[in-house]
């Protein structure tokens, strides 16, 4: 019996989801993976991890604003091979790729990334979108990076704009809509801590474990 599983989790900024993900990862005794992804993709294809850093969460650039394409070097490559060019979407099918194989490999957290649409013919998948209030995220971020709160509102805009974008250029689906998850949350009603034991509870559930 394959008792593998993955939970995707996506989320707001300044919703505390990545510390969410890690702790929950923590608890159950499981992978967790956020931007450690960049890193095993770049490994795995012999590419420089600042394409997939420049590319990491963005829809391809054709549907807003020009077709994204470049030349590429390879990891202890310091020439670039002629006539070599990527796509965001290009970028984006060598991470699904990881993320398959990892959940094949282990039970494993996965943060944003439309993981949940590229595991989606993995049964044994729980699907979280976590939100809070923008004034909590705002909060969280001042604290957290040192701005100030206009700082913070710009960027929660600009980036549940980003991420929104590509989520739902990929996946077909509507990121954050509650019909999109089998669970949507909001963390400043329980906090972290009891928010990560309300949706461990919500997993074993779900999986029977």
Sequence with gaps: ?????????GRQLGSGGREIGAKLAMQM????????????????SGLCKEFFENAD???????????FSMRFPFINDGTVPYNS????????????????????????????RCADYILRDNLRCVNIFISAPKEDRIKRLCLK???????AEDLINKTDRKRASYYNYYSYKIWG?????HLCID???????ETVAFIKLFIQKKLGL
Excluded: H
Excluded at 85 to 112: H, M, T, W, Y
Excluded at 177 to 181: D, I, L
């Design 29 to 44: 005794g499981i992978a967790f993976y956020d931007k450690e992804l960049i890193n095993i993709a770049s490994q795995e």
């Design 85 to 112: 060019c990527l796509s965001n979407d290009a970028l984006f099918k060598i991470q699904s790729d990881v993320i398959r194989e990892l959940a094949e490999e282990k039970s494993c957290i996965f943060v944003g």
């Design 177 to 181: 809509a509650a019909s999109t998850y």
């Design 145 to 151: 990076m040192d701005i100030k709160p206009e700082e």
């Design 1 to 9: 019996m394959n008792n593998k599983y993955a939970v995707n989790i």
């Design 57 to 67: 969460e963005k829809a391809t650039q054709s549907i807003i604003g020009g077709l």
């Design 187 to 193: 963390s400043s009603v329980l906090g972290v801590d």
